[in-house]
T-cell receptor, first 118, second 117 residues
Framework: DTEVTQTPKHLVMGMTNKKSLKCEQHMGHRAMYWYKQKAKKPPELMFV???????INESVPSRFSPECPNSSLLNLHLHALQPEDSALYLC?????????????????FGPGTRLTVL | KNQVEQSPQSLIILEGKNCTLQ??????????LRWYKQDTGRGPVSLTIMTFSENTKSNGRYTATLDADTKQSSLHITASQLSDSASYICVVSRTAYSGAGSYQLTFGKGTKLSVIP
């Protein structure tokens, strides 16, 4: 299995809703990433997990809450979002061995979740 | 400042023709350079990943080159197909043991390629 899966594909939510995005990979990758991508822009890094521990938080507002329950799963919990948070949310994973640098190895991206906040 | 500049911003070519996309970077110290293809509304798909010592790498009709001295890379697409229509993103990884993640992986803004019949 060489793919990263994301659910749901599309999500529409109100500003008072609570929802979660899910990401799964079975490639044995120990680094997992969340990116946000606005239209016609490159992906922007949000969070990085390494060996199920949060390694990097790119000053993301607390209304986004990541969770890595095990080495194959990565969640992004959403609460009280704003319309400007509407975007494509991408999950990625990569190999990481020991103290190897994050971002050194190839990242495999999922298809993304298209989020619309009303 | 670590930057990745891609050109052209957009490109339209006829099916069957070849094209070359450019990527210039100032990221230092350099670790590797990747080219991704991204269809609209989908996640990026890796085409090639090149380290300092690699000058050229092919993946089917895609051939990437890297000149680490001039900090330039190109992606050549041969015999283009309609399915090649997508954004092509150059991403450079930096060898760094500290610093925020955004400084360790720098994305270009992409080249939007349209292949027309």
């Amino acid at each position: 299995d060489t793919e990263v899966t994301q659910t749901p594909k599309h999500l529409v939510m109100g500003m008072t809703n609570k929802k979660s995005l899910k990401c799964e990979q079975h490639m044995g990758h120990r680094a997992m990433y969340w990116y946000k991508q606005k239209a016609k822009k490159p992906p922007e890094l949000m969070f990085v997990y390494s060996y199920e521990k949060l390694s990097i938080n790119e000053s993301v507002p607390s209304r986004f809450s990541p969770e890595c329950p095990n080495s194959s799963l990565l969640n992004l919990h959403l609460h009280a979002l704003q319309p400007e948070d509407s975007a494509l949310y991408l999950c990625a994973s990569s190999h990481q061995r020991g103290t190897e640098l994050l971002f050194h190895n190839e990242q495999f991206f999922g298809p993304g979740t298209r989020l619309t906040v009303l | 400042k670590n930057q990745v500049e891609q050109s052209p911003q957009s490109l339209i070519i006829l099916e069957g023709k070849n094209c070359t996309l450019q990527c210039n970077y100032t990221v230092s110290p350099f670790s590797n350079l990747r080219w991704y293809k991204q269809d609209t509304g989908r996640g990026p798909v890796s085409l090639t990943i090149m380290t300092f010592s690699e000058n050229t790498k092919s993946n089917g009709r895609y051939t990437a080159t890297l000149d680490a001295d001039t900090k330039q890379s190109s992606l050549h697409i041969t015999a283009s197909q309609l399915s090649d229509s997508a954004s092509y993103i150059c991403v450079v990884s930096r060898t760094a043991y500290s610093g925020a993640g955004s400084y360790q992986l720098t994305f270009g803004k992409g080249t939007k390629l349209s292949v027309i019949p």
